[in-house]
């Protein structure tokens, strides 16, 4: 088994990407992260750029890291100075990360025209660059910027200008597709001439997703020969972004039929979580499409399909979710519903044939209320509590009944954000509780009256939190009421001590949307803890 | 050039994903989008599944298509019923679709384990039911499903089934990674094999997007002699999605050298509006870094890229995004905003120079308000507001002045959707206007009262209709406030009969993100066209 490093970018290329700005604590939670998966390399940062990343550099040596070295990255040194006088040399020696890792040019267009220096002095810079970094100890990386489009251009000086960062002493040579714009026949058939012409340097790749290959291409030069690839979590990065981990990690260890280890094989289990947790710490909607690790990526809808694995998962799964901790989901359709509510009812203490009319029931319910925006497949809570109230007959009820709510915005001319406050009239077992609060905006005040009006009658309702709230609009424009009167979906994630669950409101109205999901996650608490203790005392 | 066969799936594969339900007029919408695009294929579904599939078939006869014929898919026919018994096979020639694209088992153990027949017998079903619709008038595709994998487990059986598809006359064997599991580098030496194996036959690819590879390994298959490529507009389809036509197309067009041809070449800038369209039908979140059609494609936030790319493109931009009807765009950074804003400014008449300190002003505010969550590179209008106010001793002026607005969410026991209502109090020019609205929600109900006090003051404010809202909850908790004391951002995209515009708001409360993103786009409204009317009487 070959040994191919990882090298991650995601804090430094990755963050390009548009929609991504990290600050220091930020940084310092994804590196932990990353070292808990086991990457070999983290790039921190461009300390030669800006405050915030020399900031990492300084406050990352405060953390013992198992796996990953800190590498810092930043440019070949300016024409104007010598190595030794050069500010950003400097600053990557001052960032004390024990790789540095400097790009330079290999395109002949970019020496002249972006660079503004003659060709010959371009490859001097490299060289110099390298062989200075080298003798005051960090151990350099080059990044040769636009190798590929370089090579096509113009081979013989790309070639030349790797060869001077090897002859300076780079301990790899990283080939980077910066515009995203070469194919897998051309890294396999370029690398090819790269080794041919330096047998004895070590081949690293850098690509970017422009043309949907930044996978594809990494793999290639990985069969090429690269020993070490760089990318990103999830792939972020400048426009189309960097080259996915959390897929060029699986396929290295799953598809590759054992010829190449990178991260501890068993950390690999990891990847779906780190995936989703730096997919938190950035602010990013995760893709749920995600190879590997999104939510769909194991998930069945077709019937066919969906009967089929439920048989022998390998004839629709090319591997088992659990090795790299997802899982398989059979959505809820006519075909795979049926099965799943039986299942579901279980859970809960109910035995129920699939041929029942109550399951062919509420199948024909979620569908109607699917259409109607409801996504049951996020909120299987919300599923539960529909069958739950089908079942009603067999033990659950209503743990309270609305009378009347009330909210209030008001904002005035002093500005600042306006005042929320919700009154709300509930009625537990005959006894009416009329109540009112202030919130951070009108959801929040809704969800503070009411945990108020309840509390007394159901003190366990302290356990629960509310963890996360989601609103989508669902509909561009509404034919009759214009773009504000879209239908919204609102999904709220609420926990406890021991679980998690997720429920569902729509309505064109966001106040009456969190209403319908904030009730559900609230019955459902109530239940699952009422279910919980009946089971108890029965044992 | 080789002629490559476009073959779209979108309407089929593209809805197993899990977030897309198409009805039957968002599908005609959909192929009338693709014919124009010019795809040689539509795969309209799966007549022999349901009434929906059913509808299309029979609706889509009334329209003229210029370049598409229509596909219907299905199965190979039952192992109990001859074929011309077959409802399946039945349902197919009855869709009066000019091509019937049918799947069958190529890999060993499908056979036997989910169709539950013996191998030889699977050879027959796929020999017979290719046959029978040859014969009656059909072209007829083969999909080989999991030939790859098949091919892997047992090579001979796999072949002998894709033979026997080509006695029975198929027209495209299409070899399908249904696992999503193959890499290119396998593409391409099974091709080999399959080629010289069956000489004659024409090949086609159909792949997933479970490694990342799909559209790698579509490029592998086409450069290894497949004339036939299916796929899905924005890679939509079960699991990891199905290999993306948005992505295929430009690379088999761009970067093959000018190998092959797919599409009418100068169609090809059609396909970044296209892309954007299907995912409003579908109601699908654009995905902004997609390559080549996303909002981010050729966007360039790096300060090296972002001046780089004004002095010449071909430095950081592998094609002209001109070429596939998508732009380029420099990010509002330290480094590029300054140029920017001098841009933004000119626009509207005013001459600055990147120096002047209220440049570096905005600047620094709008980075302030991004951190704040406020999205300036979404909402334009906005920033130009917040421009036009700092240049405001030039001639900006405030419409209108708010003195109070107050909104009243009121639900009862009677269940159904909470009233709204809203009260606005405004001044105009030392007039107060002191009025009421009702409305789909509160946000509706609060831009129908804001409308309704200005209407008179601005007549003109009748030609504004708001187009598009969005919602996004910024994070996930908050730690005083729990899950719904979220921030929120609001975007608004408004429009008159000449030009459309973004405006942002962003607060925990909801209702205060939607009032200032109204009251921007409002003024963004009167300012625009007070500009215009000088600029008009200047002339």
Redesign the interface.
Known sequence: MKKIQIYDTTLRDGT????I?LNNEDKIKIALKLDELGVDFIEGGWPG?NPVDRAFFSEIQNYHLNNARIAAFGSTHHPNFLPENDPNLRCLLDSGAPVCTIFGKSWD??AT??LRVPEERNLEIIHDSVAYLRSQGAAVFFDAEHFF?GYKANAEYALTALGKAFEGGAEVLVLCD????T???EVTSIIGSVRASLPDANIGIHTH?????A???A??AV?AGAMHVQGTMN???????NA?LC?II??LEL??GGAYTTIPRERLPLITGTSAYVA?VA?L?P??????V??????????I?AS?VN??AM?????DPKEVGNRQRV?LTELAGRANIVNMARRFGFHLDKDEPVVKGLLNELKTR??MGYDY?AAEASVELLLLKKLARRGVREFF?????????????HGG??I?EASVKVQVEGITEHTAAT??????AL?NALRKALIGFYPRLNEM??????????????PD??????V?RVL???GDHNSRWVTVGV??????A??QALVDSITYKLYKDEYEKRKKDEE
């Not at 910066?178 to 714009?181: D, I, K, L």
């Not at 893709?287 to 590997?292: D, E, G, I, N, V």
């Not at 004839?315 to 591997?319: D, G, K, Q, T």
């Not at 709230?469 to 509404?478: C, E, L």
Request: net charge negative; proline share 4%; charged share 20%.
């Open positions: 390009q990407s548009e929609d700005s750029s267009i970019h025209e972006a489009d910066t515009n995203g714009g194919l897998p026949s997703n422009d043309c949907e290959m996978v594809a291409n793999i290639a069969q792939g972020v990065g400048e426009r189309c972004g996915n897929s699986p396929v598809k590759c938190d602010n909607q893709f749920s499409r995600q190879p590997f999104g939510r769909s990526a194991f998930a069945h809808k077709g019937g399909h089929a048989r022998l004839l629709y799964e090319h591997i959505l699917s259409s497949a009944h609305l009378v009347q709510f009330r909210v209030l915005e008001l904002k005035d001319a954000e306006p929320s919130g951070r905006g009108p959801v929040n969800d939190r509310l963890l996360d709230f989601k609103v989508r609009v669902m509909t561009a424009t509404n009421g214009g773009g504000t009167a879209s919204v709220i994630e609420s309505s064109y109205n966001i106040i009456e969190s209403w």
